[in-house]
């Protein structure tokens, strides 16, 4: 038996496994509201699958396409990365067919129950009034700092979390709400960088981190144990002086 036949490639295995989740989100035997989160998720999950793994595929086939680098194959099932983009295109597009249908009749199932998706171009001006000021008392306070917040917690989120998921995942994110409030995105990725700089060679996922820990003979969890505090005293410090000082706005 071939390695071909007894793997399936990465890519189109975690497409299987949104399908999965994607499923809960029409299985009647789930919660409408549970149902509703579970599409949520599956959007989320494509996001960030785009976002990283599809536009790492992409820009590897550009250049290959451009002979600026040398075709490479996936090891385990031989697929080059253009072969991988031409096999999720299809599969995407069907399983987002899939997903509008299940959250056209999610909205169906949560008026039969008195709750309704509010159409904020059809409101009438008391209405608009009302979610305006609810708005700038509630929401805004909380939106307009985000970056500030997120980089105040990227430095625990850095690690546990891929630093590739939070720079092309949940930093663009960031960047796309904070911009309505005239934040510039220079400003959102130094807010990042400055909090993630410090814990760079700390993070379990930094490969230099390993190669100093062995020329020094010195496990890992030592390391963090007694570094950390340190590194994320430093960032919060920095990331106070630059909003404090007004380098970066909020």
């Given at each position: 038996?071939?390695?071909?036949s007894?793997f399936?490639?990465?890519e ?7 399908r999965?989740?994607?499923?809960l989100?029409?299985d009647?035997n789930?919660?409408?509201g549970?149902?509703i989160k579970?599409?949520?998720?599956y ?5 960030e699958?785009f976002?990283?793994r599809?536009?790492?595929?992409q820009e ?6 451009s002979?600026?680098?040398k075709e490479?194959?996936e ?7 253009a072969?991988q ?5 299809p599969?995407t ?10 959250y056209?009749?999610a ?11 509010v ?8 209405e608009?009034?009302?979610w305006?000021?609810?708005f700038q008392?509630e929401?805004f ?8 917040l ?5 430095s625990p989120?850095s690690?546990?979390?891929h ?5 092309y ?5 960031v960047?796309q709400i904070?911009?309505a409030?005239?934040i510039?995105a220079?400003a959102?990725?130094?807010a ?6 410090p814990a760079?060679y700390?993070?379990p996922m930094?490969a ?7 020329l020094t ?14 590194a994320?005293?430093l960032?919060?410090?920095?990331l106070?002086?630059?909003v ?7």
């Open positions: 038996m071939s390695d071909e007894i399936i490639n990465r189109l295995s975690w497409l299987d496994f949104n999965r989740v994607l499923a989100g029409k009647k789930v919660p409408l549970e149902r579970f599409l949520a998720i959007g989320s999950n494509l996001d699958f976002m990283v599809v536009g790492s595929l590897r086939a550009n250049l290959e396409q002979k600026t680098k490479k194959r090891n385990k099932t031989n697929m080059t990365a072969e983009l031409a096999a999720i295109m599969k597009a069907q399983l987002q067919e899939e997903c509008d249908k299940f056209a009749k909205l169906e199932n949560l008026a039969e129950n008195g709750y309704h998706k159409d904020f171009d059809h409101l009438t001006k008391e608009e009034h009302l305006k000021k609810y008392s929401l306070p909380i939106l307009s700092p985000l970056h500030i997120f980089a105040a917690i990227n989120l690690m546990v979390v630093g590739d998921a939070l720079t995942g949940i930093l663009p994110i960047n904070v911009s409030y005239g510039p220079a959102v990725g130094a990042f960088l400055i909090t993630f700089g760079i700390i993070m930094t230099a981190t390993y190669m100093g820990l062995g003979n010195v496990e890992l969890k030592d390391h963090i144990a007694f570094s950390y505090k340190w994320f005293l960032a919060v410090g920095m106070a002086f630059v404090v000082t007004g380098v970066i706005p909020f």
